[in-house]
């Protein structure tokens, strides 16, 4: 193995580490040298990641989004039914988000740059449901409605459920939420 593969797998793990103890535990009250003392490694070996511990926050945050989704969509190709695609979207990113603790989605509406990744994301979720949606529309199986529209919906729905929002005004945890989220959307929806 070549020195730059290695290094290229130690950061990856090194990635992948922090964002588990970034989802565990947050991250506002972690300094460099707690991070490092976690993960086992030095903060020399953290600062040729990052110049400071936000840009790790920010970057751990992307490279969970970006493993998240790739975990989303490859768990959707797997169905073909255009009903049965919206709803494992909706419930994959449910278990994709599912890790994130209190203390992590805190810090992540607090740190702007990290809210604006999650937004970003929401935003991208919106538009893949609408695009499922349109898939499901075309095939015949839902109901000619604005994509957009539902697609708005349901991320409003899911921001507001990772939020814990829908959890305080209703008592149903993530997982319930999102199964209703994908009960009523895809029942709404349906041609028949």
Same mark, same amino acid.
């Given at each position: 193995?070549?020195?730059?593969?290695?290094?290229?797998?130690?950061?990856?793990?090194?990635?992948?580490?922090?964002?588990?103890?970034?989802?565990?535990?947050?991250?506002?009250?972690?300094?460099?040298?707690?991070?490092?003392?976690?993960?086992?490694?030095?903060?020399?070996?953290?600062?040729?990641?990052?110049?400071?511990?936000?840009?790790?926050?920010? %970057?751990?945050?992307?490279?969970?989004?970006?493993?998240?989704?790739?975990?989303?969509?490859?768990?959707?190709?797997?169905?073909?039914? !255009?009903?049965?695609?919206?709803?494992?979207?909706?419930?994959?990113?449910?278990?994709?988000?599912?890790?994130?603790?209190?203390?992590?989605?805190?810090?992540?509406?607090?740190?702007? !740059?990290?809210?604006?990744?999650?937004?970003?994301?929401?935003?991208?979720?919106?538009?893949?449901?609408?695009?499922?949606?349109?898939?499901?529309?075309?095939?015949?199986?839902?109901?000619?409605?604005? !994509?957009?529209?539902?697609?708005?919906?349901?991320?409003? %729905? %899911?921001?507001?459920?990772?939020?814990?929002?829908?959890?305080?005004?209703?008592?149903?945890?993530?997982?319930?939420?999102?199964?209703?989220?994908?009960?009523?959307?895809?029942?709404?929806?349906?041609?028949?």
């Amino acid at each position: 193995m070549t020195s730059s593969a290695f290094a290229t797998r130690r950061r990856a793990a090194l990635f992948d580490a922090m964002v588990t103890l970034f989802l565990r535990d947050g991250f506002a009250h972690l300094a460099i040298s707690d991070i490092a003392a976690q993960l086992r490694c030095s903060k020399s070996t953290l600062y040729t990641l990052a110049d400071s511990k936000e840009q790790l926050a920010t %970057m751990a945050v992307t490279h969970f989004f970006r493993e998240a989704t790739t975990e989303v969509e490859q768990r959707v190709a797997a169905v073909d039914n !255009p009903r049965e695609r919206v709803i494992t979207y909706l419930l994959a990113v449910k278990d994709a988000l599912a890790p994130a603790s209190a203390a992590f989605m805190r810090d992540l509406d607090a740190f702007a !740059p990290t809210r604006a990744l999650y937004e970003m994301n929401t935003e991208a979720a919106a538009r893949r449901v609408g695009e499922l949606i349109a898939d499901g529309a075309a095939a015949g199986v839902f109901r000619d409605v604005d !994509p957009v529209f539902a697609a708005d919906l349901a991320a409003s %729905m %899911m921001t507001r459920i990772q939020r814990g929002e829908v959890a305080t005004a209703t008592g149903l945890d993530h997982a319930a939420a999102y199964r209703q989220l994908a009960s009523i959307l895809t029942a709404g929806i349906d041609a028949d």
